[in-house]
């Protein structure tokens, strides 16, 4: 479990990482001063626990852009203040805590939010915010741009679903079982059939462009996905 700290205070940033790593000693924790240090780590997390009130980006910034790279974070606020609970609720935040900070109330919280990112994990959903649509990524064969739309490829599905989004976005949300071999290509690593130097056919036979100079990582990238645990249809 991955998890980030994110508070300005010192003491505080210890605190919430001494509490978690008491009771999930297991997890790998990040600690960070601002928001600003959390989204230029470019990290994945399980599990964010982030302070509102910040010098620079404030925490409910931090949370917005956050959501857009990484849309199944669990996002747990920890702040001194009420204020701002409406807008947590709107960023989808799955608990809003207020300090000082209740130890029992913490550990109760901690717990239901791994349990959350397990379930997340074991589901990995992708949120399209432009049209309130959720997809699970399992369904997703492949992901194709298109000018400036973005075409989604499903399984079964006779035709693509088409939104407006930034490939990079959807790259930073999706999981590591989809790979980006091409600039206008992302794939789901589980539904390869076959590959070259120049290509890769996906479930279904459909096509799509392997970048020559990718191709040496995309193989260890692959090869990696299939000793962790992934499927292969080769």
């Not at 910034?61 to 701002?84: C, H, M, P």
């Amino acid at each position: 479990m991955d998890i980030a700290v994110v508070d300005d205070e010192k003491a505080i940033r210890e605190h919430i990482c001494g509490l978690v790593e008491e009771r999930q000693p297991e997890s790998r924790i990040e600690a960070y001063a601002t928001g600003g240090e959390l989204l230029a780590s470019g990290k994945r997390f399980d599990i964010v626990f982030l302070d509102i009130q910040m010098e620079g980006m404030n925490g409910i910034e931090a949370a917005r852009s956050l959501r857009e790279k990484q849309g199944d974070t669990v996002l747990v606020f920890v702040t001194g203040i009420r204020d701002y609970v409406f807008d947590a609720f709107d960023l989808y935040a799955f608990q809003y805590l207020l300090k000082p900070i209740d130890e029992d109330k913490f550990a109760e919280v901690l717990a239901r939010a791994v349990r959350e990112a397990v379930k997340k994990k074991e589901r990995r959903v992708l949120f399209i915010k432009s049209r309130n649509l959720t997809l699970d990524q399992s369904e997703i064969l492949y992901i194709e741009s298109r000018a400036k739309k973005v075409e989604i490829h499903t399984k079964g599905a006779a035709q693509a679903i088409e939104i407006y989004a930034a490939m990079d976005e959807l790259e930073g949300q999706l999981g590591e079982n989809f790979y980006r071999c091409h600039r206008a290509y992302i794939v789901n690593m589980d539904c390869i059939t076959e590959y070259d130097g120049e290509s890769i056919t996906l479930t279904g036979g459909d096509r799509v462009y392997l970048t020559k100079k990718k191709y040496g990582e995309f193989v260890k990238a692959y090869m990696w996905h299939l000793q962790n645990g992934g499927v292969s249809s080769v």
